[in-house]
Structures are given as C-alpha cells and as structure tokens.
C-alpha cells in the first residue's frame, strides 16, 4: 500500500514569511501525490497534484511543491503566508481499490498563522 | 469546477436513531464515490468505496451493517448509519471524480461534509 508521512503535526509562522509543510511518502512504483486544505468543519479543497510531468509543482493560492524522488518527498510550500492560509493541510497519495483508486491521507498539519 | 454536495451538514440526534447523509455530484456522472470518517483533530480514514449498481466495498474494520451505502445513481450516494451510538459520533466526508475511476492521478472532489452528534 501507498502512504505518506507529514513530520510536522503544527506548523505556525508569521504572517508575510514563508511557508513549509513537510511530507515524505512511501510508494513501490511513481506515486500520484495531492496536497489538499481544510478549514474548520469544511470538506477539502485540492491544492495541486503530482502525476509525473513535472516535479515542481504549482497550485492555487500561492503554493507549489516538488517531488524530490531520491528524498521520497513532497514538500509543501508558500513564499509568503497569509492569514487566510490558517487550515489543516493533508498529503495524500492515491492507492489502488478494487474499484479504482482511493486516497491515503497523512496525519494533516495544522498551519497557524500569526499577525 | 466539479462540485460536490453533501447533505445534510449537521445531525443530532439521540442515540439508536438511523440518520441517513446525502452525497451528490452536481455537474458530473461518477460510477464511484468514497466515504471517509475523520475524529476530531484527526485525519480522514476511508470507510468504504460505493460503487454504482453494485454493492459497496469496506475498508477492514468498517462494519457494513452499522454503515449502509446505497448507490442508486450516477450523481448520488447515500450513507445510513443504522441504529447510531455516541461512539459513531464523528465528521462523515464524501468525495467523487469525474471521469474514469481507474486513474490514479485523478484529484477527488469532497462533500462539505456531515457533522453527526449522537446523544
């Protein structure tokens, strides 16, 4: 089975400064990876996708990542955090079901961002 | 964008009543759909995979007659959750995809999902 690992269950930073969200996954063949953002008693919301083009990743809002296969990771980042950014984030990668393929999330990390 | 409606998005009842959530894709077909249960502070755990026309697939562990799927169409799948305790009491999320299921690099679209209190 496919899995992610996100190292940091709290993340906080200043507003203005930039953002790290740190996950490693663990995959037996190309991993289709996704980071996804929460916001309290909200569903989730894709913020990019990694599907083997291109290892560096952009997505909405200002984040982007990149698959770094010999560190088997997908960090995410932002160059400058935003208050609106406070939410949960999840790495997740996509696993085969037998009807296709269903998502593995990680633990999620908890953005907080200060004034 | 693909949306996807979940209903309703909060329930409270008391306990060994059945509550019944609502999962819609509103602008696309999906022959599959997912629910996940997530506990407070906590990731989302994928319970079943509901397939249209046939029956569901649990995850180990997920109880099939405590957690009923009914996926009659192609825009909509229903979760029962029968005779609910306050163990049951959790945030359901559902989530679909346009297109083939088969694809791995294909995003899933969420629910807003139900916060489901039991009493």
């Known amino acids: 089975a496919q899995s992610v690992t996100q190292l940091d269950s709290h993340v906080s930073v200043s507003e203005g400064t930039p953002v790290l969200l740190r996950c490693n996954y663990s995959?037996?063949?190309?991993?289709?990876l996704f980071w996804y953002v929460q916001h309290p008693n909200k569903g989730l919301q894709l913020l990019l996708k990694?599907?083997?083009?291109?290892?560096l990743v952009k997505g909405i809002n200002g984040f982007e990542a990149e698959f770094k296969k010999s560190e088997t990771s997908f960090h995410l980042t932002k160059p400058s955090a935003h208050m609106s950014d406070a939410a949960e984030y999840f790495c997740v990668v996509s696993d085969r079901v037998n009807s296709g393929y269903a998502l593995n999330f990680g633990k999620g990390t908890s953005l907080l961002v200060t004034p | 964008g693909a949306v996807v409606s979940q209903h309703p998005s909060r329930v409270i009842c008391k306990s060994g009543t059945s509550v019944k959530i609502e999962c819609r894709s509103l602008?696309?077909?999906?022959?599959?759909m997912f629910w996940y249960r997530q506990f407070p502070k906590q990731s989302l755990m994928l319970m079943a995979t509901?397939?249209?026309?046939?029956?569901?697939?649990?995850e180990q562990g997920v109880e099939k007659d405590k957690f009923l799927i009914n996926h009659a169409s192609l825009t909509l799948s229903t979760l029962t959750v029968t005779s609910a305790h306050p163990e049951d009491s959790s945030f359901y999320i559902c989530s679909a995809s346009p297109g083939t299921p088969f694809l791995s690099n294909q995003p899933q679209h969420f629910g807003d999902g139900t916060r489901l209190s039991i009493l």
């Open positions: 509901s397939n249209e026309g046939s029956k569901a697939t649990y």
């Open positions: 995959s037996s063949y190309s991993p289709s």
């Open positions: 990694y599907t083997s083009a291109a290892t």
């Open positions: 602008d696309f077909q999906a022959t599959t």
